[in-house]
């Protein structure tokens, strides 16, 4: 930390401490701010920002949550946050007030990567917004679109069990977060522009992954600037000079891909041959709006931030996911044998698992919601109040973050029965799903705000999973698979990869 923004930290700090001292020997009740609701006592300027770390802070929320209820108040530097624990808070807050509460909340290090707020993540609800989200619904995640790529997704994953049979003949451990990782990867970059960009035999999967790796975890790492606007200009903790080093790379790869595309149609028009592709990079430069309150066209920038949300949001939640969900399966013996022995009922050992094979799968599915509850990519919905409001009574002022813990809710016995346990059976007969309208079960969000990309994700995660376990037994260290400890950014990652040996059980024939 530099010199100047030490010194001020030290000033605050005395500041606050005279003032928490003062406030003991006086007493008095404690408000955050004029009707707020219940919370633990901050200090002046400071708030509760001494009371959480950030690398955890999914887990202090709940704590918090079992001593004041299941709406709380915090105040983070003079920032003033609202948390809700429940259900039925988190349907109040992103349901019934989904109207003021329909902003995410950017911080500095996301400002980078979505191109100040252009991306469809941080977009504010307006014009751009709907025009990039239809775009997207339209040309990747609509039920007909997702139909017409599914004979991608099933050569991109079997031809990843094809490599994994092949790598199985040294008996060699594998990672699977990094297999799965580059195949998600070539998934997305077809969708977006028509081709594979990674290859298992070369390092730029795994560097993309671990590029992917630090990002979410300065995305997700407490920044004294977003709390305290005077220490921006000097970026104390480095956060943002970090990620601008992760950012121009992949905004030279950005770039690349525009280009390369602008240059291919002009090759088209002067021969008077179509060469558009017909993917999400066409739709992008194609888009045109005769509306005046319209976008009239994309900015660079704007493409590139979709670009950025594509590549970065779905190859990671995916990726990260499947690893928990492998993890808890494999641990978990009697859930594993039970979802080969309905795989080996529905589709049997001569040929691969296919995607239209999920609907006759219903244990595996309960399996897949379960993982979606216990491992939720993202542990917090944060939503930004555009206006003041009254929530249950208590007042919440302009511009202050609202905060549904997911994770915590996933973990609460008042919620769910054994709530730690990993058990499928949970959900089987349970109209209970991951589409938003169950609030006690919100792994993709809710409302217009939900996760364009859910559809595919969620197809993404059960494919993978039934691809694995059915083509594959997996020999793995027990201290690996057992130890579920965390890797906390923005998002939640297993923090140590699965390694194992991938050992066939159907026909040889099927991998050949």
Same mark, same amino acid.
């Given at each position: ?9 030290? $000033? ?7 003032? %928490? ?19 633990? =006592? ?32 915090? +105040? ?6 609202? #948390? ?20 995410? #909340?950017?911080?500095?290090?996301? *400002?980078?990567?979505?191109?100040? $707020? /252009?991306?469809? =993540? ?31 997704? !099933?050569?991109? =994953? ?15 451990? #594998? ?7 580059? &195949? ?47 220490? @921006? ?15 121009? +790379?992949?905004? $030279? ?37 005769? @509306? ?22 779905? /190859?990671?939640?995916? &990726? ?16 594993? !044998?039970?979802? =080969? ?5 529905? #589709? ?15 244990? *595996? ?73 169950? %609030? ?19 197809? &993404?995660?059960? %494919?993978?999973?039934?691809?694995? *376990? ?16 965390? %890797? ?14 991938? @050992?066939?059980? *159907? ?6």
């Amino acid at each position: 930390m530099e010199a100047f923004p030490l010194c001020m930290m030290i $000033a605050l700090l005395s500041v606050a401490a005279y003032f %928490f001292i003062t406030r003991l020997v006086h007493g008095g009740k404690y408000e955050n701010w004029k009707n707020s609701p219940p919370g633990p =006592v901050g200090w002046p300027i400071l708030g509760n920002l001494l009371q959480l770390r950030s690398s955890q802070i999914h887990e202090h929320l709940f704590k918090l949550s079992k001593i004041h209820g299941p709406l709380f108040s915090l +105040k983070l530097g003079p920032k003033p946050v609202i #948390v809700a624990a429940s259900p039925e808070m988190a349907r109040i807050i992103l349901k019934e007030q989904e109207a003021v509460f329909s902003n995410h #909340v950017a911080n500095e290090t996301s *400002l980078v990567m979505s191109y100040d $707020a /252009t991306s469809l =993540v941080y977009s504010p609800m307006g014009t751009r917004w709907r025009v990039l989200r239809r775009i997207l619904n339209e040309n990747v995640f609509s039920t007909r679109a997702l139909d017409n790529f599914t004979p991608l997704r !099933k050569q991109k =994953v079997h031809g990843l069990l094809k490599q994994l049979y092949s790598a199985s003949s040294s008996k060699n451990p #594998v990672n699977i977060g990094e297999w799965v990782f580059i &195949t998600v990867a070539n998934i997305t970059s077809n969708l977006t522009c028509s081709k594979s960009l990674f290859e298992y035999t070369t390092k730029e999967g795994r560097e993309m992954k671990e590029s992917l790796r630090e990002l979410m975890k300065l995305l997700g790492t407490g920044n004294v600037a977003d709390f305290f606007p005077l220490f @921006k200009p000097f970026d104390p903790q480095g956060l943002k000079r970090r990620t601008l080093e992760i950012f121009w +790379k992949y905004d $030279a790869s950005y770039e690349k891909l525009i280009d390369e595309r602008l240059k291919e149609r002009e090759i088209g028009i002067n021969n008077n041959t179509k060469k558009e592709k017909g993917d999400m990079l066409d739709a992008l430069l194609n888009y045109r709006s005769d @509306k005046d309150d319209d976008l009239r066209t994309l900015s660079r920038n704007m493409i590139k931030s979709l670009l950025s949300d594509m590549f970065i949001a779905s /190859t990671e939640t995916s &990726t990260s996911t499947v690893e928990w969900g492998m993890a808890e399966i494999l641990k978990n013996s009697d859930v594993h !044998k039970k979802i =080969v022995l309905e795989l080996d009922q529905v #589709v049997g050992k001569d040929r691969f698992v296919e995607e239209s094979d999920i609907g006759n799968l219903p244990y *595996l599915q309960a399996a897949v919601k379960e993982v979606f509850r216990l491992h939720p990519a993202a542990p917090l919905i944060t939503r930004r109040a555009y206006e003041a409001c009254e929530v249950s009574g208590y007042h919440f002022p302009k511009d202050c973050v609202a905060v549904v813990n997911i994770w915590g809710m996933a973990r609460d016995p008042s919620i769910w029965e054994e709530p730690c346990k990993f058990k499928p059976e949970r959900f089987i007969g349970s109209k209970i799903d991951v589409k938003g309208q169950d %609030f006690n079960l919100l792994p993709f969000g809710c409302g217009k705000r939900i996760c364009v990309g859910w559809p595919l994700a969620h197809r &993404t995660v059960q %494919f993978y999973l039934a691809a694995f *376990l059915h083509a594959f037994e997996w020999e793995c260290p027990p201290e690996v698979v057992d130890n579920m400890e965390e %890797f906390v950014g923005i998002t939640i990652q297993k923090a140590k990869s699965i390694i194992a040996i991938p @050992k066939p059980r *159907l026909s040889t024939s099927v991998y050949l």
